[in-house]
């Protein structure tokens, strides 16, 4: 359902940057689960470039019980701007989510102003993706911006909307990287540095995915899977408890 999503995702990068692979700890890169009566698959790749540190994206393939696909780029540590979020997910055909975001490492209005206003002519062009749905898992106001795409939706939408909606996010977000100045003072570097692992440590947190990882793969696996790859700056909590 979202492989075309992958495919585009992965052409823009390969076309526009130098990217080189980033390794994803023994184990973590591919998985298959026979549990239950669905078997599932989960991918993941990661790469890097100069201007982005680190690129992931993930898909889960549970034929028609599940298909998921995740990413989440994070620039380098001196460009100050939001890391793009990507989870659209659909369960049994039925159920569709879709989350599309810049996702913001402060709130502060010259931030919002920079970062987050460019989005708001192409969320107005797409109203149906930006259903104002409340968040049960994650805070609204923390990592996500005002002009997210955020929908339950239906698969002719995301063929018809979503997939237009997504080239012109990503355009956007390649030409704001284009043209954000890079940051040279330290402290200020320092303070991206702690925004993105902010970020790592929140998401790991709140992962609604933890759950659906742990039911095809283990508990086990799925704590590895979060904490030492997708959200590989975070501190499980035991541990961050441990240190107190
Ligand atoms: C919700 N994301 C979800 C849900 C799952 C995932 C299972 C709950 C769906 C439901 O309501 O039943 C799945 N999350 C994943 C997967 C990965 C993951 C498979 O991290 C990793 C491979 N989530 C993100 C990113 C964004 C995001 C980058 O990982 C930003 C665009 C958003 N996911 C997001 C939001 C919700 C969600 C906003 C709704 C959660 C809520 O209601 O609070």
Redesign the pocket.
Same mark, same amino acid.
């Given at each position: 359902m979202f492989q075309p999503f992958r495919e585009f995702l992965e052409e823009e990068l390969f076309g526009r940057f130098d990217l080189s692979s980033r390794s994803i700890p023994p184990g973590l890169e591919f998985n298959v689960s026979d549990r239950g009566k669905n078997p599932a698959q989960?991918q993941?790749w990661c790469y890097q470039c100069p201007q982005l540190r680190k690129i992931r994206y993930?898909y889960?393939d549970a034929g028609e019980t599940a298909q998921?696909f995740?990413?989440?780029i994070y620039p380098a540590h001196h460009y100050e701007m939001p890391?793009?979020?990507? %989870?659209f997910?659909s369960?049994g055909k039925k159920?569709i989510?879709v989350?599309? %975001?810049f996702?913001p490492l402060f709130r502060d209005r010259a931030y919002q102003e920079k970062y987050i206003e460019p989005m708001r002519p192409i969320r107005d062009r797409y109203s149906d993706l930006a259903q104002n749905?409340?968040?049960?898992?994650?805070?609204?106001n923390q990592?996500?911006s005002k002009y997210?795409l955020?929908a339950k939706t239906d698969a002719e939408t995301v063929t018809n909307q979503l997939f237009p909606a997504y080239k012109e996010y990503l355009q956007l977000y390649w030409q704001m990287l284009e043209q954000v100045p890079p940051l040279t003072d330290p402290e200020d570097i320092k303070r991206i540095v702690q925004g993105q692992k902010d970020y790592d440590q929140y998401?790991a947190e709140?992962?609604?995915?933890s759950?659906?990882?742990s039911s095809y793969f283990g508990h086990e696996w799925a704590e590895r899977?979060?904490y030492e790859f997708?959200?590989e700056d975070a501190v499980p909590l035991a541990v961050a408890a441990g240190r107190g």
């Open positions: 989960i993941s993930t889960i998921v995740n990413s989440v890391l793009l979020g990507i %989870d997910l369960f159920k989510l989350v599309l %975001d996702q749905l409340e968040m049960k898992f994650y805070d609204a990592y996500f997210l955020f998401s709140r992962d609604p995915a759950g659906l990882f899977f979060l997708l959200f």
